[in-house]
């Protein structure tokens, strides 16, 4: 598997850490089942997923990849600073 | 016997080999196989399961009978197919799975109680009695399974792995593949080209035909010197392309050295045993070529017959006739060239057999014509065949069969990614999906298209199909010309009849295994596979999975399509484990990390720990000192009584500046930095999103925007990713920076009452407690290198860190250590540290076990209420906050065993010591020369609450029983009256 | 049709003619008591357990593929019960208990061996931990054995003891800990439960799940709707698509998990071997065969297959702990898909629909629990009261945090347990 890092370019998957689902966090006073669900529930679709990866052995860039969980094909990569998954402060 | 004037071996130089202690003869460029052959030597091997006696099937890495064992001690290297193993000088090769000898096979006596071994007998007996199942017979099945053995011993040799990149990768070099390095080759693509055979070429070496009107082997030759120029191809013969992988990744396996005596591949020498590469192909083009077919008839599985296909290339490249009388059955035209080089090389044919009515006639032999050969007889060697025809059965004298049902494309590849193939009832075979995966395209025989030109004309298309991808432009250099013959095929699978007919011949799977699992409702071909283990030996079905599922198509009344087929998995040949786990040996299993004090912790004799990658000191022996107890016991008395210095570098140094440091820290943290005053030093407890404990550690302000966070030395890295996190997903908008600086500095603990004096010997600038109070931090100089001092203590007493860069560590730590050898103290390691601190009640890892919440560890005060921080929310749930968890507490010994253990557990004493009554668990302990005993700290339900109590401690593991008494986790100076000074 | 020592030498006598099928394709019927949803070796053991502990016949087992196709049939074989968090310990010592029995209880040799498995700890933290898990198990009742560096050696003397990264220290071990044939636990299950009038219904995709007023009716599939009381889960790495048919978000990411068998070699290795550096759980098949696994290539996936990393990866530890097996070859490697949970624990709960029960988040330990998983599920489908062994895999705990059993600490990270 490759991923191409938006600054890096094509770049094999041993480089990269793999963290989950690319989720907006909830605000900090949301009600504990908003948290449960950020925390431990997933869509988990057999198809395309928003995801976080962190090319760790790389530039260190997080990145939010879009890829087929079925195929493996990936649709889109980008820097997770552009993500807005930071939810309220 | 090998035939003058035939074969690419003509003029070879002989080689000496040995088979089974027998010295033999070859020639160079023989493989193992041919050189047998050409000896004469038919019985090679025995089969798994009913050792029946086996010889040469075929000529490629296919080959499921002929598997020998080559080498001894540790490098004895088993199930090598005869067929790829090049011959060289010296080679000694000789078969396995059988006792006494090949000849003679003890286990032979399994084929006279074949019918008790049907398919999936083995599931419906050896139950009675229970007990007999591990004792005897599973024993006795592990003795007489397996194939070759290995020698037990670590292996010897080298291994290499290895990536490369390309334009267009082609997968094999026969036609199809040739013309696909050509055309992109001459438009200035970056190829590869790799060839599982030692030599470039694919069947082109084993036919006789003409391209272009000249001889194939003149037109291979001319084509390879123009791709050997080009600067852009590669080639790469004796690599295997083993799988495909996602986004263009191939794995291939190149042996570098085993058609070379073996000392050519002994670590330490120029060259390994074998290259594993990891190749990222923007395209490929995949010419594997097509694997030819057994017919399933009654015995033929003896020595002696052989493949069509392979029958011809022993003739044709290496100049080796398999037999003297050769008869040939098969069910297309393919098959009838071997027929004709081996008439044209003036081998006597004595039949050939066609089950077509329409088969071709031939001036050179006679064809029989709609007939099937039923049966065979002889031992140890092939002796007749028998022959069904409208006109009866006739028995014909024979030494060879060899047989064809056909072609099979080799799709394997191109169902690496899931990919299913599509039949095609034209040529009665699979063939690949096309984009099955992304890049890659089938061209020539691999894709059905069995004849040179088809191959030559799809191979070059593909190419041109690329080179458009590419955006290259492609020469228009003329297609050359070949033989365009069609591909006439008519359904054979078996031949009807009693006994048994092998479909897959290592496993011996027969047509009514088959037959018989269908009847036991095992019609899924999976689940058909699996009752039977049809495919699944070394081959991996490569000769027979075809034909067994058209059996059970058959037999369950559904066509080919329907009834499916296995799924082809990497790899498509066995690789050795030391090839794709080249570099792990010894060693080089993960990097090691050094700390700048090794080499004085080497010459002072440490006992070196592994933490992590890193190596850590565990403690430093004196003379005298006969276990590391007394060292350990010494070394906390010199923290305690005058100075220690231990390295503290492998902490996680974290560097954060910018405007929003602060912000950073008092997110991250669970506790505030906002507030902590510059030149200060402040403990953090920092939690995951889920609430419970990361990680702790301690932060100094520098300055008003400049932080230096310490973490644990195993969460370093997971720390560092996780301020990155926050930086870069969480809160981009913050002007802060994170960069982890553990490498940079070397840091020295200095503890102990005389630290102080120590440090003042070695300052620049001498320190005192006022200008230096408890988590100080600042700058200072040593010898006029600038440095950072932290006052801060892990072991209770007063202690400092001294920071500088890592350049200086070795003579700062000689430093150190020479005068805190004047003042009574010395260097103490990780055990003394470890007792240290358990005897101050100071976490680590042994606690942080990812379990445990700040509550658990007495800390819930420290969850700032007054700001918002990663895990606050989670950390409130109702399961992390419930006053019934585990607390941790400090451990005393009781009672007359003054022994506690880490990961002993606790129960009350009048309780059973059974798992519902369990209260608790030791995370550490370490003895403790100040009190005398051993000490511990643990996590206990409700612990806070139960100081005071007795609690009774069980470690089975450890035979240790006692009792001992709760108390607060801080066995020493609980004021901390000492860490002031 | 019993099967023994002397049926196969009278079938062998008579040309294996009697041999009859070992469950039937019966026609989906419109309605059944409980429907299980997958055929793989939780949901054939529920069918059977149903079948045999509670009397429940009227079921239908509906399976897209074949029986047995999932991760029952693409698995390292590994049995052994050695977890040390409550709520585990007691399930998988029950599921052990069960292992032990199998054989004779199902009148099918499923080449369940008690091998023993040696956990190997290569420093002093690890050496704790296996002591505290140790003792965990000897206070649920099971067996467990600390061996030093030389006891170790006895045993396995082909591990690298002498140039090692990290030096082997010592193990756990567990006696009663062992391989079983994997697809043969399919088949007895699915046998036995055939035998007791379970319809087992393959290539039968259920593609809905029909929920009426908070209560579940049946479902729809490939082959039509059917109509049922209860309706129970079994769909290992699938189980968040058919929660999500009857509207519920599980606490579950699936993961592909590589595993890896080599060509068949002569016995070498005689226990279940695993290392804690670098992850590795290694035995030898009665075939001969080499067969181990590592981590998850650890990203989300459906796909069954996995890359190259996570192989290299599994290769240099063998090579680096086992270099004795250098020489063999890697025949085949496979994916299997996995339900990675948030505390790398399972769930066996009713789901918030009524008559719609929960079986999943095996993460990858789910072929050990096979016979404990159906016999739990079973106990609670038919009684609606969660069996003694299972009281804790309840699907609340995530919310609540009471009760999470994260066995690698590694906290709620799907992938890393």
Redesign the interface.
Same mark, same amino acid.
């Given at each position: 598997m490759r991923l191409s890092c938006p600054l890096c370019g094509d770049r094999d998957r041993r480089e990269f850490y793999y963290k989950g689902a690319a989720l907006r966090r909830p605000a900090p006073d949301a009600d504990l089942d908003v948290w449960h669900e950020h925390v431990n529930l997933r869509q988990n679709p057999a198809g395309p997923l928003a995801e976080l990866w962190y090319h760790e052995m790389g530039c260190g860039s997080w990145l939010t990849v879009t890829r087929n969980t079925v195929t493996h094909e990936i649709m889109e990569v980008a820097l997770a600073s552009t993500s807005g998954l930071g939810g309220p402060a | 016997m090998r035939i003058a004037g035939k074969g690419l071996t003509q003029g070879a130089k002989s080689v000496n080999f040995t088979f089974n202690g027998q010295h033999l003869m070859g020639l160079e460029g023989d493989t193992l196989a041919s050189a047998l052959l050409a000896n004469d030597h038919h019985l090679v091997a025995r089969s798994?399961k009913y050792h029946r006696p086996r010889g040469i099937l075929t000529a490629g890495s296919e080959e499921p009978n002929a598997l020998v064992t080559l080498g001894t001690g540790a490098a004895?290297?088993?199930?090598i197919r005869a067929t790829t193993q090049e011959l060289y000088e010296g080679l000694e090769a000789r078969s396995q799975n059988c006792w006494p000898s090949v000849e003679h096979d003890i286990l032979s006596v399994n084929n006279l109680?074949a #019918?008790?071994f049907?398919a999936g007998?083995? *599931? &419906?007996?050896?139950?009675?009695p229970?007990a007999f199942?591990?004792k005897l017979y599973?024993p006795m099945?592990?003795?007489a /399974?397996?194939?070759? /053995?290995?020698? @037990?011993? %670590?292996?010897t040799?080298a *291994?290499e &792995?290895a990536?490369a990149f390309c334009d267009l990768l082609v997968v094999g070099s026969g036609p199809a593949g040739l013309m696909a390095a050509l055309t992109a080759g001459r438009a200035g693509a970056d190829v590869m080209m790799l060839e599982e055979d030692s030599r470039m070429g694919g069947r082109l070496l084993v036919e006789r035909e003409e391209i272009n009107g000249k001889p194939a082997a003149l037109w291979l030759a001319e084509a390879l010197a123009e791709l050997q120029a080009m600067g852009n191809v590669r080639l790469m013969s004796r690599t295997a392309v083993t $799988?495909a *992988?996602?986004?263009?990744?191939y794995?291939a396996l190149e042996r570098v050295s085993h058609h070379l005596p073996r000392n050519h591949s002994l670590k330490g020498s120029h060259r390994p045993r074998e290259c594993?590469w990891?190749i990222?192909a923007k395209h490929c083009v995949l010419a594997a070529g097509a694997i030819e077919r057994p017919v399933a008839f009654r015995n033929n599985d003896r020595p002696g017959v052989m493949m069509a296909g392979a029958v011809r290339a022993y003739l044709n490249r290496w100049g080796v006739a398999p037999g003297e009388r050769i008869t040939l059955f098969a069910n297309n035209d393919d098959a009838h060239r071997t027929a004709r080089d081996l008439a044209a090389a003036g081998v006597h044919l004595a039949a050939v057999i066609d089950s077509r009515h329409d088969a071709p006639d031939s001036d050179l032999f006679p064809v029989l014509k709609g007939a099937q050969v039923c049966n065979t007889s002889g031992g140890k060697r092939l002796e007749s065949i028998t022959v069904r025809s409208v006109r009866g059965e006739e028995k014909i004298q024979t030494d060879c069969l060899a047989m064809s049902g056909g072609w099979n494309p080799s799709v394997h590849l191109t169902c690496?990614?899931?990919g299913r193939p599509t039949w095609r009832r034209d040529l009665l075979g699979f063939v690949p999906q096309p984009d099955a995966v992304?890049g890659l395209r089938a061209a020539g025989a691999c894709n059905g298209t069995f004849s040179t030109q088809g191959a030559l004309c799809e191979g070059a298309a593909a190419a041109a199909e690329v080179l458009e991808a590419l955006g290259l432009q492609r020469h228009g250099a003329p297609l050359p010309q070949a033989d365009d013959a069609p591909y006439r095929i008519a359904p054979l699978w078996t031949v009807p009849g009693k006994g048994r007919a092998w479909l897959d011949f290592q496993n011996d799977v027969t047509v &009514?295994d088959v037959t018989?699992a269908a009847?036991?409702?095992?019609?899924?071909v999976?689940?058909m596979k699996? *009752?039977t283990?049809q495919g699944m030996a070394?081959d991996?079905g490569k000769n027979s999975n075809v034909a067994a599922l058209a059996v059970l198509a058959d037999v369950t009344g559904r066509s080919i399509p329907e009834t499916g087929s296995t799924?082809f998995?990497?790899?498509f040949v #066995? =690789?050795?484990? $030391? /090839?794709? @786990? %080249?570099? %792990?040996?010894?060693? @080089?299993? &993960?990097p090691?990390r050094f700390v700048t004090s090794q080499d004085v912790a080497e010459e002072r004799g440490a006992s070196q720990?592994? =933490?992590g990658l890193w190596y850590r000191a565990a403690y430093f022996p004196k003379q005298g000192e006969t276990s590391w107890r007394q060292s350990c016991d010494r070394e906390v008395m010199y923290v305690r009584k005058a100075v220690g210095v231990c390295d503290v570098s492998t902490l996680g140094k974290i560097d954060i500046q910018g405007a929003d440091a602060a912000k950073l820290l008092d997110f991250v943290y669970c506790n505030t930095f906002s507030t902590l005053k510059q030149g200060r030093v402040r403990y953090g407890l920092m939690l995951?999103?889920?609430?419970?404990v990361?990680d702790d550690g301690t932060t100094a302000r520098l300055g008003q925007n400049h932080y230096v966070m310490t973490t644990t030395t195993a969460a370093a890295g997971q720390v560092m990713?996780h301020l990155?996190?926050i930086l870069? =997903?969480?809160?981009?908008e913050w002007d802060v920076r994170a960069t982890s600086v553990t490498e940079h500095w070397a840091q020295f603990a200095v503890a102990g009452p005389k630290s102080r004096e120590l440090l003042n010997a070695l300052l620049d600038q001498p320190i005192d407690s006022e200008g230096w109070p408890f988590m100080a931090c600042g700058e200072v100089s040593v010898l006029g290198v600038k440095g950072r001092l932290f006052r801060i203590s892990f072991s209770g007493e007063e202690a400092y860190e001294l920071a500088l860069p890592a350049c200086y560590g070795d003579s700062l730590f000689r430093s150190l250590l020479s005068r805190a050898e004047g003042l009574g103290g010395g260097a103490y390691g990780m055990e003394a540290l470890n007792v240290l601190r358990i005897e101050k009640g100071f976490i680590t890892?042994?606690e942080i076990?990812?379990?445990v919440t700040a509550q658990d560890l007495g800390m819930a005060g420290m969850l700032s209420k007054k700001k918002?921080f990663i895990g606050?929310?989670?950390a409130?749930?109702?399961?992390?906050v419930?006053p019934d968890r585990v607390q941790m507490v400090g451990l005393k010994p009781i009672g007359a065993v003054k022994e506690l253990?880490?990961? /002993?557990?606790l129960f009350n004493p009048e309780d059973p =010591?059974?798992?519902i009554y369990?209260q608790g668990?030791?995370?550490?302990a370490g003895f403790s020369p100040l009190m005398g005993h051993t000490i511990a700290l643990g996590f206990l339900k409700q612990g806070a609450n139960r100081i005071g109590d007795e609690i009774r401690l069980?470690?089975?593991?450890?035979g240790l029983d006692t009792l001992c008494e709760v108390v607060e986790p801080v066995f020493f100076d609980p004021e901390g009256e000492r860490t002031r000074g | 049709m019993r099967f023994s020592g002397w049926r196969v030498l009278k079938e062998g006598l008579t040309g294996n003619k009697g041999w009859g099928p070992h469950w039937r394709d019966p026609q989906p019927k419109r309605e059944y008591d409980v429907i299980i949803i997958g055929g793989g070796g939780h949901g054939l053991a529920t069918a059977y357990y149903l079948a045999a502990e509670h009397g429940i016949t009227n079921i239908a087992v509906l399976e897209r593929g074949y029986l047995g196709g999932g991760n029952v049939g693409r698995n390292t074989t590994i049995v052994r019960a050695n977890y040390y968090l409550p709520g585990n310990s007691e399930f998988y010592s029950h599921s052990l208990r069960l292992w032990e029995s199998l054989e004779q209880e199902l009148n099918y040799n499923a080449m369940m061996s008690q091998r023993s498995i040696l956990n190997l700890y290569h420093n002093d933290g690890q050496r704790d931990a296996a002591v505290r898990r140790g003792n965990s198990i000897i206070n649920q009742g099971d067996d467990a054995e600390l061996l030093d560096r030389d006891a170790v050696r006895k045993l396995a003397p082909y591990l690298n003891f002498d140039n090692n990264r990290f030096p082997i220290q010592g193990a756990l071990m567990q006696r009663r800990a062992g391989t079983a044939r994997h697809d043969a636990v399919a088949w007895g299950f699915a046998r036995g439960a055939d035998m007791r009038g379970v319809d087992l219904i393959q290539n039968c995709e259920v593609t809905g799940i029909d929920v009426e007023g908070g209560k579940v009716t049946g479902v729809q599939t490939a082959r039509g709707p059917i109509r049922a009381k209860k309706v129970a889960l079994a769909a290992a790495g699938r189980s968040g698509q058919v929660a999500a048919m009857a509207g519920l978000t599980l606490p579950i990411e699936s993961h592909v998990l590589q595993a890896f068998v080599t060509e068949g070699v002569k016995p070498l290795i005689d226990q279940v071997i695993t290392f804690a550096e670098g992850h590795l759980y290694i035995s030898q098949s009665d075939k001969g065969g080499l067969v181990f696994g590592s981590y998850l290539d650890f990203y989300s996936s459906y796909a069954a297959r996995g890359n190259l990393p996570m192989v290299e990866h599994t290769m240099e530890t063998c090579v680096a702990m086992v270099p004795a097996i250098s020489k063999a070859r890697l025949l085949r490697s496979w994916g299997g898909i996995m339900d990675m949970t948030p505390d790398g624990s399972p769930i066996i709960d009713h789901s918030p629909i009524e008559g719609l029960y929960l079986n999943c988040g095996w993460c990858y330990g789910g072929f050990k629990a096979t016979p404990g998983s159906g016999n739990a599920y079973a106990h609670l489908i038919a009684t609606d009261r969660p069996h003694g062994a299972a009281t804790k895999f309840k699907l609340d705990r995530f919310r609540s945090g009471h009760g999470l059993m994260d066995e690698e600490g590694t906290g709620a990270q799907h992938n890393l347990h």
């Open positions: - | 798994f004895q290297d088993p199930n109680a #019918p008790f049907g007998f083995y *599931y &419906k007996t050896f139950m009675w229970a199942w591990e599973e099945i592990r003795r /399974a397996g194939l070759g /053995a290995l020698s @037990g011993e %670590a292996d040799d *291994y &792995k990536f $799988g *992988y996602d986004q263009g990744t794995g594993f990891r990222a690496h990614l899931n992304p &009514k018989q009847a036991e409702n095992f019609r899924s999976e689940h699996r *009752y283990t070394t991996q799924t998995r990497p790899p #066995p =690789v050795a484990i $030391g /090839a794709m @786990g %080249a570099g %792990a040996a010894d060693q @080089g299993f &993960k090691q720990l592994e =933490v995951r999103e889920d609430g419970f990361m990713a990155e996190f870069q =997903v969480l809160r981009p890892h042994a076990n990812g379990t918002t606050q929310a989670m409130a749930r109702p399961g992390l419930d253990s880490a990961g /002993a557990h =010591v059974e798992r369990d668990y030791v995370t550490s069980v470690d089975h593991m450890r | -």
